[in-house]
């Protein structure tokens, strides 16, 4: 019996955790638009094969330009097929080498650099980007946000130990000197107290990556240029992965900026370490209908959902994670996306 293949391109335009975190670039790119006008941005993505993200933004802002990244030469052509704007090109090269020779710098450019993972590549990538970026461009970078420490360290997975294991601190020193030597970029400093056993943990892990791609960005602006971060969110897609988005701009307009964001994006986080999480619960579209009719509640905490639903939709002995994914859904329930199924 042959095994069953895994698909090189999951369905990303089915998950729901992952279609929320598009949706909340929208609610902030909408809020862009208020600050300063998109009609003569750039918008730069790695769209894989099926154009989600380019197909959403094309249909919603009146961008100048839709420019494409695919280095896979089958995925190249299924993208050509997908075309779905005529002011978009895809190019076929890897986004290095599309940042060294063809990145846009005589305008401003959203780009969204969406990574499979998370090395030292993708932080210098993140360095170029924001160094031929021009003020008031918008980048957004995500990675996959999974601690490599329960993958080659040894535990009970149900408790992250709070030090290391004794017969463990060779392989740990190894993880730590991974992420301070391999991932280094030529001019950033991290700082070494970040790189504690703790902060490898499943959920302190996607903070520290946080802080490093934000360190990049900073430090890779020359004055008066800055990079001012607008949000962070970490969510499951069959992994952990974690995005962070950050405006440039001229140093004198960091404050009004701020307030811009904090008045007109609902999801705006003025705390550098607060990262928001993305834990929706999957339900039906009648449980969904249902619960659309009580929201929003006063606390917004997830017991008035469980309440009216008068069951667990994690299963027995689950009540406080679904609370918790309840407490997510009135969170997010008016970005929450409709699948349906068309019979033909």
Known sequence: MSRLSESKHPAYHLRPNKAIDRF?????????????????????????PFLEDFRLFSQQFPLRQLMCIEKDEETFKRQKFHLCSSNMQCFYRSLGDFIATRFPSDRPVIVWADYNDMNRECLCEVADIVRKSVPNS??????????????????????????????????????????????AVDGIVFRSEWFQWLNFSVDNYPRLLARMVRTVAQGSCTHPKIFQPLHA???????????????????????SLEQHFRNHFAYYSSNNDEIDEIDVPNLTTKERLHLESI??????????????????????????????????????????????????
């Open 24 to 48: 909340i670039f929208l609610d902030l790119l909408r809020a862009l638009e208020i600050w300063h006008p998109l009609r003569e941005h750039a918008y730069v993505g790695l769209g894989g």
């Open 295 to 344: 929201l929003p509640t006063a606390k917004a905490n997830g017991e008035a959902c469980v309440k009216s639903l008068g069951y667990l939709v994690e299963g027995d002995g689950s009540e406080k994670s679904s609370k918790k994914k309840m407490e997510q859904f009135e969170k997010y329930y008016r970005l929450y996306p409709y699948f349906g199924k068309i019979v033909p």
């Open 138 to 183: 918008l980048l957004r970078v995500t990675v996959r946000a999974e601690s490599p420490v329960p993958r080659r360290i040894r535990f009970s997975r149900y408790r992250y130990p709070p030090c290391v294991p004794g017969s463990q601190e060779d392989e740990f020193e190894n993880i730590r000197d991974e992420h301070l030597s391999d991932m």
């Open 233 to 255: 969110v970490k969510y499951s897609d069959g992994t952990i992965m974690l995005s962070i988005t950050g405006m440039i701009c001229n140093v004198n307009e960091r404050d």
